[in-house]
């Protein structure tokens, strides 16, 4: 102390001085390193939630079409009960020891016969049942659903519990999703009533969506987020299945709802309890070494699923971290070594070329931060032309250093975005001082490539703008993801047919055509016959296998103006274009007939299976649409009833 005490008051205001300005100089930079690493994981966060979003689409996408195929089927077993359902209270049945009021169809007792739903099921593939209304329970009287022992499901009772039960006492109608004895099914309960509008029964229908939701969630645990980072769900529902991995990479059917991070926080029951967000997680990896995960994740109503998407917060954000750190460093750094100059100027009045090195070193490795850095940094003055870039810069545009000074970043503009676009951009800019935001921009080349962009403003003394600073980086391959998901939503998984959101679009473009060229469109429902007996009997693979086939044989047929749309399970839709009657259309589905019909090798084993088709003719653009498709499927079993393998065309009066 006695040592500084003898020093000038001058030398110790100049260290003073010093030392104040070497700490701003520390804030400022360590806070430059803190905005990029919070924009950019903005802007990870943002990407997590539209690939949340986009996969939440998709399977709404999914559940939608599987609701109206279900709707369709039940609507077809309603047909099947020409007249009036009846309940004989007098004649009763007893089911587990209760007395049920027999229901008759045209004076035929229901019970215990299981004609109308094993036909049905033979026709469709699908279950059907016959509940009888006893008091205030609903019993299985009349199924062509079997327990796992084989046994027929008749004298089991719907459960009060079940979300349909208030609604079919009430006598509404139910859909919704349900597990029946180990199958997953679509189900559509309607309420039958009496002359009086009593229910007295329920009639029900279910498709089989166990292999369709095995295939969607194959395909979303797939799917990569970065390099390593992936989507997952779990079950949201309160009961055993709480918190069990629904689709996952590595560990589809595990429970995780007890697992906490390494602070001990119940991470993945704060998610069920929010449903939707995002958040930092803390976890262990493989090694027991601390690693930090970023996640967002969203609820799904129908399915009670939570989406989750994950990523390494290092893989994202691993760069702008070192970046800070060294900033921070280099500060540290720089106020040592001028402190020590000052000192060795006070107390020798000379310059120590030593010092003079270390300070070089600094500035050196401040440069080569700035050099090195994966993300392209871009510095302008106040005017907007370019001083410095670094070498990312010139790996990400393919502009030279030498190319790019003296020129506007203008040079960069992909001309994807209106003026307002910019406009707006240099609006925040100049009035918070700092914009950032996803843009779309060109190489040298021409190339067009997506990009997080944050630019900040430098201020001198005066709070004059002195500099920009703008840091980027390519993001491309997380927007070919996305459009993956959207590929997704529009194709069938199995076949790579269209899939049945683009079925409506498709008819109305070939119903446009047609009034455009005065020709006729005709729309085909194609219905695979013997093909539940494949699956039955060689198994879902060997089905799935025979199905792609026959898919790939029947798009061969048509023409290049035709197009053709898997509706679920073993049905399909044709669209034909520009034929000029019926007897066009028929001839190029006698073809599909005949190539639906070889011979079929699937592994060591040849097989064979035929279709039947129903047709009807489109000749006004104010039909309705859905009208069009259940005529043609109304055909459609009328040609099933005519010994299938067959064509049947549906007739504007309404005679097959």
């Not at 969506?209 to 992936?230: N, R």
């Not at 997952?232 to 429970?255: C, D, I, M, R, W």
């Not at 021409?446 to 500099?467: K, P």
């Not at 026959?550 to 749309?565: C, P």
């Amino acid at each position: 102390m006695d040592y500084f005490k003898n020093w000038a008051v001058s030398s110790r205001l100049w260290l003073l001085v010093l030392v104040i300005a070497g700490g701003v100089l520390f804030v400022l930079e360590f806070n430059l390193g803190q905005s990029a690493m919070d924009i950019t994981e903005q802007h990870v966060y943002e990407a997590e939630r539209n690939q949340v979003k986009i996969a939440v689409d998709l399977i709404e996408v999914f559940e939608q079409s599987k609701r109206e195929e279900v709707a369709r089927f039940s609507r077809l077993f309603e047909s099947y009960f020409p007249a009036p359902i009846t309940a004989d209270t007098k004649s009763t049945s007893i089911v587990d020891g209760r007395a049920v009021p027999t229901l008759r169809l045209r004076g035929k007792s229901l019970h215990l016969d299981y004609t109308t739903p094993d036909r049905f099921a033979s026709q469709s593939g699908e279950a059907a049942t016959i509940f009888a209304k006893a008091g205030d329970d609903f019993v299985r009287i009349s199924t062509s659903l079997k327990k796992r022992n084989g046994e027929r499901a008749v004298g089991t009772w719907l459960k009060r519990s079940h979300p349909s039960y208030k609604l079919l006492l009430a006598g509404k109608k139910y859909a919704g999703l349900a597990t029946l004895f180990g199958t997953e099914y679509m189900t559509e309960y309607l309420p039958i009533l009496n002359a009086l509008g009593e229910v007295i029964g329920v009639k029900f229908v279910g498709v089989d969506v166990t292999q369709d939701v095995a295939s969607l969630k194959s395909k979303l645990g797939s799917i990569k987020i970065g390099k390593t980072g992936h989507l997952y769900a779990l079950h949201a529902e309160k009961g055993p299945k709480l918190g069990t991995l629904v689709f996952h990479p590595t560990s589809e059917g595990q429970n995780i709802l007890e697992q906490r991070d390494i602070n001990g926080r119940a991470y993945v029951k704060e998610m069920l309890a929010t449903k939707s967000g995002t958040a930092r997680i803390a976890l262990q990896d493989a090694n027991d070494k601390a690693t930090s995960m970023l996640v967002a994740y969203d609820y799904i109503d129908e399915r009670n699923w939570l989406i989750v998407a994950q990523v390494p917060e290092k893989e994202m954000l691993g760069d702008i971290t070192k970046l800070r750190h060294v900033y921070a460093a280099i500060s540290v750094g720089a106020i040592l070594v001028l402190a020590c100059i000052l000192m060795t100027v006070i107390i020798s009045m000379r310059r120590d070329l030593a010092e003079r090195k270390r300070v070089e070193r600094a500035l050196q490795l401040s440069a080569r931060v700035f050099s090195d850095s994966r993300e392209g940094i871009t510095i302008t003055d106040s005017e907007g032309t370019i001083v410095d870039v670094n070498k990312a810069f010139t790996r990400i545009t393919g502009y030279s250093r030498e190319e790019a000074l003296g020129q506007n970043p203008k040079i960069l503009k992909s001309g994807r975005h209106p003026q307002e676009f910019y406009d707006e951009m240099w609006q925040a800019i100049t009035k918070d001082g700092s914009w950032s935001g996803q843009i779309w921009n060109r190489k040298k080349s021409g190339e067009i490539y997506a990009s997080l962009l944050s630019i900040s403003t430098v201020y001198d003394e005066q709070h004059g703008t002195q500099n920009y600073i703008a840091f980027f980086s390519d993001i491309t391959y997380m927007k070919d993801y996305e459009q993956e998901l959207k590929q997704m939503a529009h194709y069938d998984v199995l076949t790579g047919l269209l899939s049945r959101s683009l079925l409506e679009d498709r008819l109305q473009q070939a119903i446009a055509q047609s009034q455009r060229s005065k020709t006729l469109v005709a729309i085909a429902y194609i219905d695979l016959d013997g093909f539940k007996e494949v699956n039955d009997r060689y198994g879902h693979a060997a089905g799935d296998e025979l199905l792609v086939l026959t898919a790939q044989r029947m798009k061969s047929v048509l023409r290049g103006v035709d197009s053709l749309v898997r509706i679920g399970g073993d049905e399909f839709v044709a669209i034909l274009t520009n034929v000029d009657n019926e007897e066009d259309s028929e001839q190029i589905l006698n073809r599909m007939l005949q190539a639906v019909a070889e011979d079929a090798l699937v592994g060591n084993t040849v097989m064979q299976i035929s279709a039947s088709i129903g047709v009807t003719i489109c000749q006004d653009s104010a039909q309705d649409i859905d009208a069009l498709v259940s005529e043609a499927d109304y055909a459609m079993y009328k040609a099933k009833q005519s010994g299938k393998n067959g064509i049947c065309f549906f007739k504007a009066e309404g005679n097959i």
